[in-house]
């Protein structure tokens, strides 16, 4: 009986008429082979020993910008209806620390989420290349989470531990693609890098083992993506917001067993990953932390803004604030639009930040035209220079109706090779050309400690007496020496 059905099953190749090396055989890969696999053994695996110096003082100017852009980011409107909806729409829960709103607390998912919302509701925070906002999706939810801890707070070096890996996971993923190199079209990337980089930060603090901040992170892939239609608009600071909370709600999802796909970051042909995201997403594994890796912020400084706009607009400001200077040079002391013929533009093609005559102050921020025509009547670009009131000035206006665009080959929408050209044509002829290639402030020629104290300065001034503004200084000048972030966390209170 035994031999007759030897005989009568035969292979399926066999039954189909095909070779047996026609047919393809999947293997399953083995789980700690993945990409994926890769990045939770390095969330899992890193110390704050393999921090270098350099990397240390670097994202210690990062900690001290973004809490700046936060605290100033807090007396914005769209931060107050944030702030309203947490406090109206849920139960309250007095954990995490708000920015500039003493003695106001929520939930730390609540927490990181307005806290993020603040950081980038004035588009002030900090630019990495490829192109995200790397430390307002991470800093809120590593706060959020050390006010969580009841009993023993995080050290300062595990702190900034924490906020490195964030760090690095956003910037290794983006690397990862062509198109993420260039000023965004689809996805806002603070939204989905920054998402994984506030998992990855979480789940290191909370000590994860490698599987779970593997989880973590395909956790926070399902939480994912914004689109840029939403710029220049009060939701942009939303994706900002959802960033940090949903990071941190994968990382405590994955904490409690919560699991995912195993192989979220590998590019698994039918079935769409993180590659969703990007669409010539070339994953690579992660090496191991202690195989001499090196921290991307290692190799690259960080892009500080010095003011609150739209990463490109400082391009186009640095130009036009030449042309200004040598306009004032031939006339009376000031500019006025009665001088002017003409104003071209000649910068990156980039839809949502062409805007001739943009209605609102979030759309100005997003405005090559508005911040040209700023710099060039004021000789500069600041905080003031989005109120409701500049917005409407006549001679704003006048401007903006003399400026044309062009878009030239040699300028690409990318925020490593782009370059700004502001050209004047005057009434009487003369015609008056500016142009930069690296403004100060990009991480090619980076803010110095004075300048970036002073943009701190005056960002946390608008919240906290002058005594608060400098303690905030030292503490997170000497954060990495902490035997824990307490005395970060009350200065913050």
């Not at 910008?65 to 909806?85: K, M, N, P, R």
């Not at 701190?456 to 005594?467: H, I, K, Q």
Request: proline letters at 6%; aromatic letters at 6%.
């Amino acid at each position: 009986m035994i031999s007759t059905l030897q005989k009568t099953i035969r292979p399926v190749w066999a039954v189909r008429g095909l070779h047996k090396s026609a047919v393809e055989v999947l293997k399953r890969p083995d789980p700690e082979d993945t990409v994926t696999a890769s990045y939770g053994r390095f969330i899992s695996e890193v110390k704050p020993q393999h921090l270098s110096s350099l990397v240390l003082h670097r994202s210690k100017r990062m900690v001290l910008d973004s809490i700046g852009v936060g605290l100033i980011g807090s007396t914005t409107d769209v931060f107050e209806l944030a702030l309203q909806h947490c406090q109206h729409m849920y139960a309250p829960d007095d954990i995490s620390s708000v920015y500039g709103r003493r003695g106001s607390r929520l939930s730390p998912t609540l927490a990181a989420f307005v806290n993020g919302v603040a950081t980038h509701s004035m588009d002030f925070d900090d630019t990495w290349h490829p192109a995200t906002h790397p430390s307002g999706a991470v800093l809120p939810a590593v706060l959020a989470l050390s006010d969580m801890m009841p009993n023993s707070k995080p050290s300062g070096s595990d702190f900034l531990l924490a906020f490195n890996v964030g760090i690095e996971i956003q910037g290794r993923l983006m690397r990862f693609s062509h198109e993420a190199h260039n000023i965004p079209k689809r996805f806002h990337p603070p939204s989905v890098v920054g998402t994984m980089g506030s998992a990855a930060a979480c789940a290191r603090l909370l000590s994860l083992d490698h599987s779970q901040c593997s989880h973590a992170l395909a956790i926070a892939a399902s939480l994912s993506g914004a689109p840029m239609a939403n710029a220049a608009t009060q939701s942009k600071p939303l994706h900002i917001g959802n960033a940090s909370r949903l990071g941190l709600e994968a990382a405590l999802l994955a904490s409690r067993g919560l699991k995912a796909s195993p192989l979220v970051l590998d590019a698994v042909a039918g079935v769409a990953g993180f590659d969703a995201f990007y669409e010539d997403y070339v994953p690579e594994p992660l090496e191991s932390p202690n195989d001499g890796h090196v921290f991307l912020l290692e190799e690259q400084d960080m892009g500080f803004k010095r003011f609150p706009a739209h990463l490109g607009m400082h391009w186009v400001a640095d130009a036009a604030a030449s042309v200004h200077t040598l306009l004032v040079g031939l006339g009376p002391g000031t500019v006025s639009p009665s001088q002017v013929q003409d104003i071209l533009l000649r910068v990156p093609k980039s839809k949502y930040i062409n805007r001739p005559f943009p209605e609102s102050e979030h759309e100005a921020r997003h405005s090559f035209q508005f911040n040209a025509c700023s710099a060039l009547l004021d000789g500069e670009v600041t905080v003031q220079s989005f109120t409701p009131a500049a917005l409407r000035r006549p001679d704003i206006l006048a401007l903006l109706s003399r400026v044309r665009v062009e878009h030239p080959h040699d300028n690409p929408a990318n925020f490593n090779s782009m370059y700004g050209e502001v050209q004047v044509t005057l009434v009487e002829g003369h015609i008056l050309k500016g142009r930069c290639d690296t403004f100060y402030g990009h991480w090619r020629n980076p803010l110095t400690n004075e300048s970036l104290r002073k943009k701190f300065r005056n960002n946390a001034g608008a919240v906290l007496r002058s005594e608060q503004v400098e303690g905030l200084i030292d503490v997170v000048g000497g954060l990495d020496t902490l035997g824990d972030c307490r005395d970060l966390l009350s200065q913050l209170q």
